[in-house]
């Protein structure tokens, strides 16, 4: 006889009926759920059906609201939700139980690697499985069901089983909240046969939901700007160097008081490119050593104080730890945290109250700005291929810069694409996201989808490698059903070039697809697609015309090939420090 303990609440199947489409079933945990997705800002959710959420799909599709969108995987659902958080906030994807959630797993890791708050949505076993001897499908053929949990234990910075209707509400609440406040991802498991009974505690409609705002320390932000201002006004030539946590900080109007107030030059470092409007009159480019954008790196160096605003210092960023800075001239501006030099570290000062208290008590210093100024050299000669030479990837970004506007918005790839768009100038309003902590291959397709989706006012150009597209293909068909306009530029140069500059091998030798017959079966006459293969820069000149004007609606794919060895200098400089740095000989003992 099976004495399966009775966790959670149960009613006979026959008792529970879907809610029907565009009718939300108040009273239950899915309508709540859904009901807090969309308060939160979140009005679509990235998901992959599988039979331990199905019913939690019901009541999320009967949420007027919300919008599931159904994805080819579970990774790319993961990196859409990635996407979309970084246009609207926040983001929520759905999976079934381990083999879903394993799946999305390193989408989730990226995300909470790149601060970004994800709410991962995982349809569980049985309340009545839990606690009992069974063995389910789905897993690793283990009757304890926690190795889902003790994974996402690790990506996660807070994880909610639910599998009792009586602190279901409590527990979905406190996952959201702390989501919203930590700026990471989050993992609800919510058990199968509970979406949709009713309970006491859902019986009204959810109550308004709000986060108390951080305030700072004030004797410690005082203190902290104080020694902060007399470190820079002492200085003769300070630079800023803008850094990705000035997104988690939701600093960037307060950085912009304090550039405006201060006269230093900004730069930003690389992966913080998109948060530091380009066309600011002090913006001297992108921070990244030895392959900084041009006469950048010099001024930086050169400085007596640079204040780092939001940084991550990593092999990457640092090119393999190479960059000629020194602590005793760095005052770091972390989201809570303020450091000054080798001196004092001040805690729980938040970095825009900072930067706004900064700005006022800053004499303006305009010496560095001067100097770059001086040495500053405009790009000479014009690119341009001759009749028929094959396209170089230089020229092809030229022409991609001509398309940026305030109405656009650039999704770069792992590879030489994070040095080719490093070095678009961005306009007012442009969007610009890449994944460089994390920096994992095939990320750009799904992000795609998911930013193309929340920020429907822009049209999404995105520079995407061949070899990582062969990771995530597959949701350009996700693309094509939500009706996106997105351009994606395919550069086809037979491998993992990133890879090739970092230590080469056959390993890095990849199987040429047909691209463009690939987008083209998956189009297969349903819906809005235009394909187009360019070798040259007139036929390049030419698809760019096409996708702007008359296929302006449609998603665009351009598969453009050149030659396998046509890289960035930057990616060649910056891909023999990486190695370096790799191949160091353990330290004696």
């Excluded at 759920?33 to 039979?51: C, M, Q, Y």
């Excluded at 389910?136 to 910075?157: A, N, W």
């Excluded at 109550?207 to 005082?222: D, K, M, T, W, Y």
Aim: net charge negative; glycine share 10%.
């Amino acid at each position: 006889m099976d004495t399966a303990n009775q966790i959670g609440s149960t009613v006979p199947p026959s008792k529970v009926l879907p809610p029907a489409k565009g009718k939300a079933c108040g009273g239950t945990m899915g309508y709540h759920l859904a009901r807090r997705l969309v308060e939160i800002g979140v009005k679509d959710v990235f998901s992959v059906p599988g039979d331990f959420n199905l019913t939690l799909l019901d009541h999320l599709i009967a949420e007027p609201e919300l919008n599931p969108i159904g994805c080819c995987n579970e990774l790319n659902a993961g990196y859409a939700a990635d996407g979309y958080a970084r246009a609207k906030g926040v983001g929520a994807c759905v999976v079934t139980f381990t083999v879903g959630g394993l799946s999305v797993i390193n989408a989730i890791a990226g995300a909470y690697s790149e601060n970004l708050p994800v709410i991962c949505i995982v349809g569980g076993p049985n309340s009545n499985d839990y606690g009992t001897n069974r063995i389910l499908h789905h897993t690793i053929g283990l009757s304890d069901f926690s190795q889902e949990l003790r994974c996402f234990q690790t990506v996660t910075c807070f994880q909610a089983v639910v599998n009792n209707l009586d602190d279901a509400h409590e527990l979905i609440d406190t996952a959201i909240s702390t989501a919203l406040k930590e700026s990471k991802p989050v993992y609800i498991s919510i058990s199968c046969n509970l979406p949709a009974i009713p309970h006491p505690t859902f019986g009204r409609d959810p109550v308004p939901f709000s986060l108390a705002p951080c305030e700072s320390n004030q004797l410690g932000l005082e203190a902290a700007v104080e020694a902060t201002a007399e470190f820079l006004n002492k200085a003769v030539k300070p630079v800023i160097v803008g850094g990705p946590k000035l997104r988690v900080a939701k600093a960037q109007k307060a950085f912009l008081e304090f550039a405006d107030a201060s006269g230093y030059p900004v730069a930003v470092m690389p992966s913080g490119k998109g948060l530091v409007p380009e066309n600011h009159p002090h913006f001297i480019g992108t921070y990244w050593g030895a392959v900084s954008t041009g006469f950048c790196g010099e001024i930086v160096e050169s400085a007596d104080a640079y204040i780092f605003v939001g940084p991550i210092f990593n092999d990457y960023s640092s090119v393999g730890y190479s960059l000629l800075i020194k602590k005793e001239k760095t005052i770091l501006v972390q989201p809570n945290r303020v450091t000054v030099g080798n001196g004092p570290s001040f805690g729980w000062v938040f970095m825009a109250e900072f930067l706004s208290a900064l700005a006022k008590k800053l004499t303006k210093n305009s010496t560095a700005m001067d100097n770059y100024r001086r040495i500053f050299v405009p790009s000479g000669i014009p690119l341009k291929c001759e009749n028929d030479e094959p396209l170089r990837v230089n020229v092809m970004f030229k022409h991609i810069q001509g398309m940026l506007n305030g109405e656009t918005a650039v999704i770069a790839e792992t590879g030489d694409s994070w040095f080719n768009c490093q070095k678009l100038h961005l306009p007012e309003n442009c969007g610009y996201e890449f994944q460089m902590q994390y920096g994992s291959i095939g990320w750009s397709v799904g992000a795609t989808l998911g930013y193309a989706q929340a920020a429907k006012d822009k049209r999404v150009i995105a520079c995407i490698g061949d070899g990582s597209f062969q990771v995530t293909a597959q949701d350009i068909s996700t693309m094509i059903r939500c009706g996106q306009r997105t351009i994606i530029f395919l550069v086809n140069n037979g491998g993992y070039t990133i890879e090739v500059e970092i230590h080469d091998g056959p390993y890095n030798v990849i199987k040429n697809w047909n691209y463009v017959g690939l987008v083209n079966a998956i189009h297969n006459g349903e819906g809005k697609c235009w394909t187009a293969k360019v070798r040259t820069e007139e036929e390049l000149t030419k698809a760019i015309a096409t996708a702007t004007g008359e296929q302006k609606d449609s998603l665009c794919f351009i598969e453009v090939l050149v030659h396998k060895d046509d890289t960035s200098k930057e990616l060649l400089e910056w891909g023999s420090r990486v190695s370096s740095a790799n191949s160091r000989p353990p330290n004696p003992q």
